[in-house]
């Protein structure tokens, strides 16, 4: 079990560092492309977009074709978009690029969560849960100052290029080390509920992005308004059908447990949204509003991404001794305080303070993220698990584009209410306070948890 969840996360790895490396390189992009940095703020939305339209297929998918092919497909199309990615000569090429990708990673990470956790016992999620989630604590260690320093010395095209080998060893790692499943016989496809996702978040996600690029154009604001309105109505219908569908394509069960909905659709929604936010936001600070070059944003952003690793080695014993309440609280609380603090920095911030602000914020976000991820399936069942894997990242991806998309037109409202004609310091503190926000949104939903939520898992992780 343990050498699957490792070729799983080492294949995640690959996905996870991408994202990371992109964020520092997109103003040496935009000015490669002659764009405006907001506008390639799509290519990080598109992906999310059309990652969350896949998802709700993977589990039918991975039926049908069984999950160590679906998951080995996924990565081979999330390898080739990387080369159309390099290879893009305008911002619409890579923007459509991002999109293929999106897809490949879209159907990557349930299908690996659901691999690894396959017949797993519930004393062993913990354990389970940390492996999967040391790529997304070391491959942002990784990907900020390398991104930096391939943008800086090279080109920002080796960032996808980089994906190449790396896509083709985990093909091989995967073929090796993860057994293969017997297929089993799919239930119908629900169409209607599958078409009626996709459509929704495409709507969702499509229309906050619209809206961030016409914040100061009256007339095309209500055409943008009105897509959100749409999807609106086309999730509410969506979730309607999907509860009375005899085959949904996502099944809304895990919802029912109460753990896993606040860890998803009430407080882990507002988590993901400041989490993914938050380091699409500090390298475009760095270099539009601070002047640093792209190796220094990635540099500062090291011991932001340390404070991650570094918090991981005791986060379970954390867990074990306070509970998830407790420790959801504390860390959802320090978190909101520390991406807050960020819009107190500015071009006279002495050196140590903001290297201190870095580490504290990584080390408060690993806590943060890790209980979450963990609480989400404290109380879902075993023949639940693969609905709740599917939902949950659905639920995670969406709000990371809310996120990004959120933090995308916060930028455009503050430089416009500012009148100027590049984004200046004020319109990132304004940013960075928008996200302190919903983390303390997110800190308010889990204080409503009951104080025992989840003593079941870390009682039979204890008694081991």
Not at 75 to 91: E, M, P, R, Y
Not at 255 to 274: D, E, I, K, P, Q
Request: proline share 6%; glycine share 8%; net charge positive.
């Amino acid at each position: 079990m343990q050498r699957v969840t490792l070729t799983v996360a080492a294949a995640l790895f690959m996905l996870l560092l991408d994202g990371t490396i992109l964020n520092t390189s997109l103003p040496a992009m935009a000015q490669a492309l002659q764009v405006p940095p907001l506008t390639l703020s799509a290519a990080v939305t598109v992906y999310l977009l059309t990652g969350a339209a896949v998802l709700p297929l993977a589990s039918w998918l991975g039926e049908r074709i069984g999950l160590r092919r679906l998951f080995v497909v996924a990565i081979a199309v999330f390898t080739g978009a990387s080369l159309l990615c390099g290879l893009a000569q305008d911002a619409t090429q890579l923007v459509l690029a991002r999109a293929l990708q999106g897809v490949g990673a879209g159907l990557m990470m349930p299908t690996g969560r659901t691999l690894a956790m396959r017949g797993a016992r519930k004393e062993d999620l913990i354990g389970i849960t940390a492996l999967l989630t040391w790529p997304a604590l070391f491959a942002p260690v990784l990907g900020p100052p390398l991104g930096g320093f391939i943008t800086t010395y090279a080109s920002w095209r080796w960032n996808f290029l980089l994906n190449l080998p790396v896509g083709a060893a985990a093909v091989v790692l995967i073929q090796r080390w993860v057994p293969v499943d017997a297929r089993e016989s799919p239930l119908p496809l629900d169409v209607r509920g599958a078409a009626g996702a996709a459509a929704g978040l495409i709507l969702l996600l499509g229309g906050l992005e619209w809206t961030a690029h016409v914040v100061g154009e009256s007339g095309a604001r209500v055409p943008a308004l009105a897509t959100i309105a749409a999807c609106v109505a086309m999730l509410a219908w969506t979730v309607r059908h999907l509860r009375r569908a005899e085959h949904p394509v996502v099944s809304l069960a895990p919802l029912a447990h109460r753990t896993f909905r606040v860890a998803t659709a009430t407080g882990g929604t507002y988590t993901s949204m400041c989490i993914q936010a938050t380091p699409f936001l500090l390298p475009l600070a760095f270099q539009l509003a601070l002047g640093r070059s792209a190796v220094d944003a990635g540099a500062l952003l090291l011991p932001y991404f340390l404070g991650n690793l570094g918090t991981k080695s005791v986060t379970t014993p954390i867990l074990l001794r306070l509970g998830f309440r407790r420790v959801l609280v504390a860390a959802g609380a320090c978190n909101a305080a520390a991406i807050a603090a960020f819009a107190l920095v500015g071009p006279h911030t002495p050196w140590l303070p903001l290297v201190a602000l870095l580490v504290f914020a990584g080390c408060v976000r690993s806590m943060l993220m890790t209980a979450v991820n963990t609480l989400m399936f404290a109380d879902v069942p075993p023949q639940e698990r693969a609905a709740a894997s599917g939902l949950a990242t659905v639920s995670m991806q969406v709000a990371g584009a809310l996120g990004v998309a959120a933090g995308a037109i916060v930028l455009a409202l503050s430089q416009a209410a500012h009148g100027h004609a590049h984004l200046g310091l004020e319109d990132f503190h304004a940013a960075f306070a928008a996200m302190g926000l919903f983390c303390a949104l997110a800190t308010v939903s889990f204080w409503r948890l009951p104080h025992d939520a989840g003593a079941e898992m870390t009682r039979a992780t204890a008694a081991r």
